[in-house]
């Protein structure tokens, strides 16, 4: 069954240094997501990704976020200087359509900023 | 008022019980509605999604959305200890910005 995998699982990083969290979606979708969830809370919208370029970020997708599709299978989500408060799981998910109905979530990446 | 509420449980049932999950929600403008089921330590999993209001069903899990109310449900039917799970509601008005409810963590005991 296809899926979405992302690495790595745990990333420990120190406050102020970048971070680049990778994520390969399923092979024929065309829409791509990233979200997170900080420890106890809900799971928050980030940023969706189509035809090469954002299609939609939230208020939490500031400056110091950004993605990119290197080629034609990885995603990435680079925190420039991470905080304290970046630490969180971070979700890949990838869909076929893109009312995101149908989205497929990667088994996360945890990150501490310590 | 939250834009979307959901109880957090914990819920616990005996194998076999019929499960009620719910979610309210304020925004009028949303029109997508899913489930998800998040195991420990893993990614959301996709149960069911519904457009508008009605019902949906799925084997065991039919989900229910009454948009006049900004009430959904998810019921699970002859519920299974390997259904314990968190689950989590989440609506769109269509766009990408995906809102989720905190999720109920379920335990279904043999």
């Known amino acids: 069954e296809p899926e979405v995998t992302q690495t790595p699982s745990h990333q420990v990083t ?10 390969v979606p399923i092979s024929n979708h065309l829409y791509f997501y990233w979200y997170r969830q900080i420890l106890g809370q809900k799971v928050e919208f980030l940023v969706s990704f189509y035809n090469n370029e954002i299609s939609e970020k939230s208020e939490i997708f500031d400056d110091q976020f950004s993605v990119e599709r290197p080629d034609g299978s990885n995603f990435t989500l680079k925190i420039r200087s991470t905080k304290l408060e970046d630490s969180a799981m971070y979700f890949c998910a990838s869909s076929w359509t893109g009312t995101n109905t149908e989205a497929f979530f990667g088994q996360g990446t945890r990150l501490t900023v310590v | ?38 195991y420990s330590r893993k990614g959301p999993e996709l149960l069911m999604y519904t457009y508008s209001s ?11 959305v009454d948009k006049s109310s900004k009430y959904i449900s998810l019921f699970i039917r002859d519920s299974q200890p390997s ?3 968190t689950y989590l509601c989440a609506m769109s008005a269509g766009n990408n910005d995906m809102r989720f409810g905190a999720g109920t963590r379920l335990t279904v005991k043999p």
């Open chain 2, 54 to 64: 009605g019902n949906k069903e799925d084997g065991r899990f039919t989900a229910q």
């Open chain 1, 14 to 23: 120190q406050m102020g240094q970048e971070v680049i969290l990778r994520c």
């Open chain 2, 1 to 38: 008022q939250k834009e979307v509420e959901q109880d957090p449980g914990p819920l616990s049932v005996p194998e076999g019980a019929i499960v009620s999950l719910n979610c309210t929600y304020s925004n009028s403008a949303f029109q997508y509605f899913m489930w998800y089921r998040q």
């Open chain 2, 83 to 85: 259904d314990s799970a």
